[in-house]
């Protein structure tokens, strides 16, 4: 990558719990950051972290080399595409941090080559703590040339960045990450509450735990874990285990697990089940 390539002014759309401390990253290390969230009330914080504002979606296109897309959802990052095709200048790299299908990545890639604009995805996995130490890990599907642009930009924000596959392999790589973390995290939950109701101490069993074949990321970081996004991030596994043609029994049964559990804060003390 030339000096000319690089990547000097980035777009994010979406300036959430994730967003925004990776605008605050990006900022921080001397790139012009440019951001823009339906929520105009974000605005005084975007710019307190060094970024500026832009009132809508096509401002913030016209003005940036790369976009790091943050909304929620499938329908939500397709009618954004639909709006800014035809805008974004030709070279500009849109990055989906969203965690949506790999089909639908794959759909919007080919729809913006003709506008001669990449389209990658680049799902982010260790949450928001990680995003506000910039330490995430980042997983990038798309060609090896944009990847090599992307990386300072994820470099940013992110301690470790894994390039998977093609276009479509960050989301594959991040549903087999979600897969196995909740799963973690509903094992965690049942053996710390068999341990309490055997009157154990778990806060002492879980550093015994730690150093066991029983070590898991989510048990070193137990009261910390959110719930916010488990049932839709195993849905999409389900969605994409069904259009492979094979069975996820145990993905199954824990989305459901899920859902019973997501009101639960998991704090060491509360082990209802």
């Excluded at 401390?21 to 921080?28: D, E, W």
């Excluded at 790091?68 to 974004?88: K, N, Q, S």
């Excluded at 940013?156 to 991040?174: E, N, P, R, T």
Aim: net charge negative; aromatic share 4%; charged share 20%.
């Amino acid at each position: 990558m030339t000096a000319a390539s690089a990547v000097k002014t980035v777009g994010v759309i979406g300036a959430g719990r994730m967003g925004q401390p990776i605008i605050g990253h990006m900022a921080r290390r001397g790139l012009t950051v440019i951001a823009h969230d339906i929520d105009e009330q974000k605005r005084g914080a975007v710019e307190k972290l060094g970024a500026g504002w832009a009132a809508t979606p096509a401002v913030l296109a016209e003005r940036c080399e790369a976009i790091l897309v943050c909304v929620g959802y499938d329908r939500e990052l397709r009618e954004l595409m639909d709006a800014l095709l035809g805008i974004l200048p030709r070279g500009t790299i849109v990055a989906v941090l969203s965690t949506v299908h790999p089909r639908t990545i794959r759909e919007l890639a080919a729809a913006a080559k003709p506008y001669g604009v990449d389209l990658v995805d680049t799902t982010v996995a260790r949450g928001g703590r990680a995003a506000d130490a910039g330490t995430l890990l980042a997983f990038i599907g798309g060609d090896e040339a944009v990847v090599a642009r992307l990386t300072p930009v994820l470099s940013c924000f992110s301690a470790d960045i894994a390039h998977v596959g093609g276009v479509g392999a960050a989301q594959v790589a991040k549903a087999a990450n979600n897969l196995v973390m909740w799963a973690c995290l509903i094992a965690d939950h049942e053996a710390l509450a068999l341990s309490t109701r055997f009157g154990i101490d778990v806060d002492r069993l879980r550093q015994a735990l730690l150093i066991s074949s029983a070590d898991n990321y989510v048990l070193r970081h137990w009261g910390e874990n959110t719930m916010a996004w488990a049932e839709d991030d195993m849905e999409i596994v389900q969605q994409m285990a069904h259009e492979a043609g094979i069975g996820l029994p145990q993905a199954g049964l824990n989305r459901e697990l899920c859902r019973t559990l997501k009101p639960k804060r998991f704090k060491l003390d509360e082990y209802g089940v």
